[in-house]
């Protein structure tokens, strides 16, 4: 969506990081950056509370966000002048006449008067309409490949987010048994009681690494593909001119999409103490 000089600049301005489309609604975080209402608001849905900011993931809150009015009419300054820009696109420089064919070999749009040019005589055209159906239908093959993709890592997610909800109400139960058991022997087993209290730190410091880390990659690969896939799904409602400018450089992207699936949490000893743990918890935290 961006183009070269100062426009270029203003349309990165008014660009939303989640979306990757113009500012919808703008809201400010606390920590000043900016996001489509429903962009943020989606994302904090998806993940545990307290929210993040998804640019510098510093702890915000719905309550605070703010409308940004004064970006929201930047927005519409810029999407005139976008709109401006591309009537004078879709004509021939040289020729001055509408772009109508296109050319496979170079591909890109040319007018009538240039496909009969030296350039351009002895290469492959198609009408651009016809080779605008074309790679719509190629972008939409890409569509149902990406979004299956996106519902399995949804899916992932969702089993990543349970089984750590299932370790910490484990954990915490073994916490109060220790307790329990080593008020009982306070005075003789005070040694193991700090020494299980160790242990049930460290078990607990594992678990929540593991759990920023693949629920954060997981949080970040699923808005880098809703991002790609709301990308592809504007290109795809595109005209023809505009659908195929550039086309090559979406689809390579799109073949290009590479995912990291969640690390697996291994086992860990009894350690020194020898206090019994349950074999499940033992299974499933590293």
Known sequence: MAAAGPLGTLVEDA???????????PVITECGHNFCHTCITQCWESTDPPPQCPQCRADCSLENLRPNRQLRNMVEQVKKMQAERALEKHKCEKHDEKLKVFCKEDQRAICTVCSFSAD?????????EEAALEYKGELQDWLTLLRKEADGFLESKGKEEAKYRTMRNMLEKERLKTVEDFEKLRHSLKEQEESMHRRLEEMNRKITEAENSNITKLSNQICSLNALINEVEMKSEHPAEELLEDIRSILRRCENVTFQRPEKCLAVDKGDSGYPLKPWLLTHVR
């Not at 939303?16 to 500012?23: A, G, K, R």
């Not at 351009?120 to 651009?128: A, F």
Request: aromatic fraction near 10%; charged fraction near 20%.
């Open 15 to 25: 660009t939303c990081s989640v979306c990757l489309e113009f500012y919808e609604d």
């Open 120 to 128: 351009h005589r002895s290469h492959t055209m198609v009408p651009i």
